[in-house]
């Protein structure tokens, strides 16, 4: 891939406008995985084309699944294979879709068919250990080529036996790959859990016919009786997406955004929850009735904002957002304080890292430990060198955000990975953005 450098502009912005924020991509793989498992046609309106669902799209093609997008409306058709998948002579690739593997995992652990997953140079060094234990105790069988990562072969079973796992890191992916196993297992799986994590898996399985009850503390998938049926959906807009334009406009003085259809899901708005303890005042409107996935309307207007306690048991619902809100907490007063971050430290180290090295080059400095980020407020941006993505798309559209609040312009290195979830989020930002 040809590596891309953004020049950021010598103006400070304000945002002033209105953004159709794409579709959730959360959402967007776990519909494309459940109509490609279901029988019948599966229509996903707001479908946003980015580089990470082409690749879950092809996964399932190559699966068997027909998929093709409605040229008009631009809905992504998928016509479901009744969980019959295609045997293959040849690897799955799923490159560094992370959601995909712990998907792919899951749903594979029901097929006999034997499949080799590969994957790009992150996946081939984030470790499987534990969600392939877990899919193991459920009769699948794994054996990895690389260092307990990818690629894996991987041969399941149509006589699966359900699990119960108490959670020892809270984390919706490997949820989320036990209630793909879990939904064609002879017995039921509990999932007892550490703490609420995002829940796009379990509401989408029972809109798609499954049986998944959840309680506070636990998650139950029970065995599907009958074949799960395609549906009509339509994906809200990306909260995480939504964020980098909420933090911009509550810390770029004069700014007022509209954002239209943005999922309100509980499990995904925790970044709004922090910016209100941060003294924010968002405007939610038109909230949706009976969607599968709630939305409404935001409109946000700068304010000053103060620093918070973010506790650990908000930490999973902005597991997305810590780089946008790592900057938000350097421009309010006071200190901000993240705890918990344990679990999110196991399974993005490099995230946390990366972020806190590259704010540095704007002269933005934190504190982060083992479990905790610690973020002093009021911090001048002092562009000292030139940035890098390091091929993480929250960290280059957080710091492209953060280039509206320096006059000094700078370099944004490998600016292409944010293509993986937002491929128009630059031209986007240059249509609100409005030179002060």
Not at 73 to 88: A, E, F, R, V, Y
Not at 123 to 139: D, H, I, N, Q, Y
Not at 248 to 255: D, I, R
Request: glycine content about 8%.
């Amino acid at each position: 891939m040809k590596m891309f450098d953004y020049n950021t502009r010598a103006s400070k912005f304000k945002f002033q406008g209105e953004v159709i924020v794409p579709g959730d991509k959360s959402i967007a793989h776990r519909a494309i995985a459940f109509g490609a498992l279901a029988n019948g046609v599966t229509q996903i309106s707001n479908f946003s084309y980015s580089d990470d669902l082409t690749v879950t799209a092809q996964v399932f093609k190559e699966l068997g699944a027909k998929i093709h997008t409605e040229l008009s409306t631009k809905d992504m058709i998928i016509k479901g294979t009744g969980h019959k998948l295609q045997s293959l002579d040849h690897s799955l690739n799923i490159d560094n879709v992370g959601t995909l593997e712990s998907i792919l995992l899951g749903i594979l652990t029901t097929s006999t068919n034997e499949y080799t997953i590969a994957g790009g140079d992150y996946l081939s060094k984030r470790p499987l250990e534990r969600l392939v234990k877990l899919l193991t105790a459920m009769g699948g069988s794994f054996q990895p080529i690389g260092e307990d990562a990818l690629p894996v072969k991987t041969k399941g079973s149509h006589d699966l036996k359900g699990i119960t796992y108490q959670q020892d890191i809270s984390s919706a992916q490997i949820k989320s790959g036990l209630v793909f196993a879990g939904i064609y297992a002879k017995t039921p799986t509990t999932i007892i859990r550490k703490l609420p994590t995002r829940d796009h898996t379990e509401v989408l399985a029972n809109f798609f016919g499954a049986n998944v009850v959840t309680t506070p503390e636990t998650i139950t998938v029970n065995p599907a009786h009958t074949n799960l049926k395609g549906q009509s959906l339509t994906i809200p807009g990306d909260f995480s997406s939504a964020a980098l334009y909420i933090a911009g406009a509550l810390l770029s003085e004069g700014s007022e955004i509209h954002l239209p259809k943005v999922g309100l899901n509980s499990t995904r708005i925790g970044m709004l929850n922090v910016a209100k303890q941060m003294g924010a005042h968002i405007t939610v409107e038109n909230c949706s009735i009976n969607s599968v996935e709630p939305y409404g309307d935001l409109v946000i207007r700068s304010q000053q904002l103060h620093g918070t306690k973010i506790s650990a048991k908000q930490v999973q619902f902005i597991i997305d957002e810590i780089p946008i809100i790592a900057l938000m907490a350097s421009q309010a007063t006071g200190t901000t304080v993240i705890e918990g971050i344990h679990d999110v430290h196991l399974q993005l180290s490099d995230r946390i890292r990366n972020m806190r090295v590259e704010l540095a080059k704007l002269g933005i400095v934190m504190q982060v430990n083992d479990d905790s980020i610690v973020i002093k407020g009021e911090q001048k941006i002092k562009v000292k060198d030139d940035v890098d993505s390091h091929n993480d798309h929250r960290i280059a559209m957080m710091l492209c955000i953060a280039s509206i609040l320096t006059e000094t312009p700078f370099k944004i290195k490998n600016i292409e990975s944010i293509d993986i979830s937002y491929p128009n989020f630059l031209s986007d930002l240059k249509k609100i953005s409005v030179a002060k």
